[in-house]
């Protein structure tokens, strides 16, 4: 995935050496450069680029028109705000996570259909998760992210699996089965069908175990 990074505090850098780590394509904004390449270390291995994240002629020099996914995590709720929705609304990135202070904030935002985290100690970890997870449809979120329903299709690979096998006590629990048009509430030995709509909550710390679950395998 390509990933375009706003900012490079203390959220910003380690959301960036945690994707460029897992061998993500990342790039860094940041209008004070050399702070900037001190927090991310000499070994970090992706582009930095001096400048305001919410200017067009960075974002088109750091390659939004072809990112997978743009974070705003700088300082400002101002201009994360700006930044995040110049990137959905301008340039139409698929995945834009914005981190904003005032609670307040994030809850409009998150009604425009932009995803916020507002916790500093949750905030990266969460992050990493909203934006690499692109197989799961996220349906809604709840309190500041924390929580995710999500909708998925039933394949062939889940026939004759149970709503036990996809559960994981306080971290993923099947909330509902759509099937031929008629939604229920599943017990832990329901079995799926091909075709099934299945909602799932999910803790955003677990996506991933979420996706080995399904059988998903992630994409760099």
Avoid at 64 to 73: C, E, G, L
Avoid at 175 to 191: K, L, N, Q, Y
Wanted: some cysteine; hydrophobic content about 45%.
């Amino acid at each position: 995935m390509k990933v375009i990074v706003m900012g490079c505090g203390r959220v910003g850098s380690q959301v960036s050496l945690l994707l460029a780590n897992r061998g993500h394509d990342v790039t860094v904004i940041d209008h004070r450069d050399a702070d900037a390449l001190a927090r991310l270390g000499p070994n970090f291995k992706g582009r930095v680029i001096n400048g305001l994240g919410f200017d067009r002629q960075v974002l088109l020099e750091a390659g939004i028109q072809n990112a997978d996914a743009f974070v705003a995590a700088s300082a400002s709720d101002n201009a994360n705000i700006i930044g995040a929705r110049i990137a959905r609304n301008i340039f139409h990135v698929p995945r834009v996570v914005a981190r904003m202070y005032d609670p307040r904030r994030a809850e409009i935002y998150q009604r425009l259909g932009l995803m916020t985290i507002s916790s500093t100690d949750l905030g990266v970890r969460q992050i990493y998760e909203m934006v690499t997870h692109t197989d799961l449809d996220v349906v809604k979120k709840f309190g500041r992210g924390e929580v995710s329903l999500i909708a998925i299709e039933a394949g062939a690979h889940l026939e004759g699996r149970t709503v036990r096998d996809l559960s994981i006590p306080g971290e993923v629990s099947v909330v509902s089965i759509t099937r031929d048009d008629r939604a229920f509430i599943p017990t832990g030995g329901t079995e799926f069908r091909e075709g099934d709509i299945v909602h799932l909550a999910v803790l955003a710390t677990s996506m991933t175990r979420l996706e080995e679950l399904l059988g998903i395998e992630r994409r760099n």
